[in-house]
């Protein structure tokens, strides 16, 4: 095992998540024109609290939520030792002329968001694409490509990994955290 | 499980439980892609298939092909008719030939049993394997079980009755062994001539009375008389005449009538193409409990599964 540390404790991570949640009610008004869809599968949890947030604050219960898998829309194949599971993509709306809102847990490379764009216009053209991470790893992106709402940027070494810790989660310690791991940890 | 252990698929027999369940479970995916606006996606944007058809198909190669093309896959179409296999070149020096020009994957079918293990042994690429003869069809199968999983939830228990020619049917075959591991229970059900003895040895029923088999199953799965493969000249036929065997064997509305008289609805399948009038009759074709055209549609879905899975395997 190597080095955990935890970068953002539950009681940060719940101000970062309220605060995150603020920012898209001040750029979206009433969101009758905006859909939030979360990337799977991990970007489909935060997508999920955030919504929650906001329909909480704003008294509305009826804002556009999706899920959507990049599985097949990824550059990687032949690279890959091991093929990763699709899932499901879930957009019960027509993103056609609609305000998106992208969401994942920890923008790094950029490739997730570019394979998401693509997958998302295969479902129709919206209006705009905005992003919002929880993490952003500066200085680490391949492809041209910001978030415009960002929980938390940090800078770390490119062998070093993010992992964002949900309360849920299988074997984790029923507490919403963010921590840093160095690679040779990586067997959970 | 993400991956099938074998680079190949050249049958249901080489498969456990849990890689079935995978590939139907990509599939499921898939089938959500082709009902998209855009019908399309890129994951195997740089990877050639050759579609190898050394015997007439107009379904299983109309699927392949729109499944690689919904892929972004290159795909090459091959058929013996128009070949040099007429001027006698040997099947591996014609597949050595298109590989050379950079296939990254075979998809094939072939008149003999096994040409697809023979194939595999001799050369590197993915290959699959699209009807050997009377041996098997391993994406039908697939696609037969996606279907039934969809209008049952699960095959656990699910009681399917193959009707009509098992001695030459290769989707009687790997359907058989994909409905076992999924846990379904198994019927044939068809003249005696036309049930070779060792498939009780398979742990299926075997039934020559259409009316009990009926009344037996959840699903009938209705195979075509195949009339290639009869024999012919002086060969002693199977069975008397196509009318004799409607008579016995057809599938009709009046015989699921009778069937269903308790109460229960029988699904029905047909792996295509059909003979109405013969093994099946129109009117239960084209019946609210038939799902053959849902079939059709899984096909690509399916045959999409099967080759990106096999295709991530392709490496740099």
Not at chain 2, 30 to 37: L, S
Not at chain 2, 241 to 257: F, I, N, P, W
Not at chain 2, 285 to 301: F, K, P, W
Request: charged share 25%; net charge negative; proline share 4%.
């Amino acid at each position: 095992m190597g080095i955990r540390n935890r970068i953002i404790d539950p009681v940060q991570f719940e101000l970062t998540l309220n605060r995150l949640a603020y920012q898209l009610i001040e750029e979206h008004d009433d969101f009758a024109q905006t859909a939030l869809i979360g990337i799977q599968p991990r970007g489909v949890h935060l997508a999920s609290r955030l919504s929650d947030i906001i329909e909480n604050v704003t008294g509305r219960n009826d804002i556009r939520k999706g899920q959507l898998d990049i599985t097949f829309f990824r550059d990687d194949l032949r690279q890959r030792q091991s093929l990763p599971q699709a899932s499901v993509t879930k957009l019960p709306f027509l993103v056609e002329d609609l305000r998106v809102v992208l969401i994942d847990d920890v923008l790094f490379t950029g490739r997730t968001i570019r394979a998401a764009l693509d997958a998302l216009l295969a479902h129709g053209r919206p209006r705009s694409v905005e992003l919002a991470v929880l993490i952003d790893r500066r200085f680490s992106r391949e492809l041209p490509i910001q978030p415009k709402y960002v929980g938390r940027s940090v800078d770390i070494l490119s062998d070093q990994k993010v992992r964002v810790r949900w309360a849920h989660d299988e074997n984790g310690d029923g507490q919403d955290h963010v921590e840093l791991t160095s690679i040779s940890s990586e067997n959970d | 499980m993400t991956e099938l252990r074998s680079k190949h698929l050249l049958g249901i027999r080489g498969l456990t439980r849990a890689e079935l369940e995978l590939i139907i479970d990509t599939a499921v995916e898939f089938k959500g892609v082709i009902n998209r606006p855009i019908r399309k996606v890129p994951t195997l944007r740089d990877v050639t298939v050759a579609n190898l058809f050394f015997e007439d198909s107009t379904r299983t190669r109309l699927s392949f092909e729109l499944a690689e093309k919904r892929l972004s896959a290159d795909v090459v179409n091959f058929s013996a008719a128009s070949s040099s296999v007429s001027k006698g070149e040997t099947l591996v020096d014609t597949v050595h030939n298109i590989l050379a020009m950079k296939v990254d994957l075979v998809v094939m079918r072939h008149p003999h049993p096994g040409a697809a293990h023979f194939l595999a042994s001799r050369v590197d690429v993915p290959i699959v394997n699209a009807g050997d003869g009377t041996h098997e069809h391993p994406t039908q199968a697939l696609l037969d079980a996606l279907s039934l999983k969809e209008q049952f939830g699960q095959l656990d228990g699910l009681k399917v009755t193959i009707v009509g020619d098992i001695r030459h049917s290769r989707v009687a075959l790997s359907n058989i062994l994909c409905l076992q591991k999924l846990g379904a229970d198994v019927m044939v059900c068809g003249p005696s001539t036309l049930i070779p003895k060792h498939y009780a040895s398979m742990g299926v029923h075997v039934e020559h009375d259409i009316d009990k088999a009926l009344a037996w199953c959840d699903v009938a799965n209705v195979l075509r008389i195949q009339l290639e493969r009869q024999g012919g000249g002086d060969h002693i036929p199977f069975f008397p005449s196509l009318r004799e065997y409607h008579a016995q064997y057809g599938v009709t509305k009046e015989r699921l009538a009778c069937a269903e008289s308790g109460g229960k609805k029988i699904t029905i399948m047909h792996p295509g193409p059909m003979n109405r009038g013969v093994e099946i009759a129109s009117d239960v074709a084209d019946g609210e409990r038939s799902v053959i055209l849902n079939q059709v549609e899984n096909g690509v879905a399916v045959r999409m599964a099967v080759i990106y899975l096999l295709a991530s395997g392709l490496g740099g």
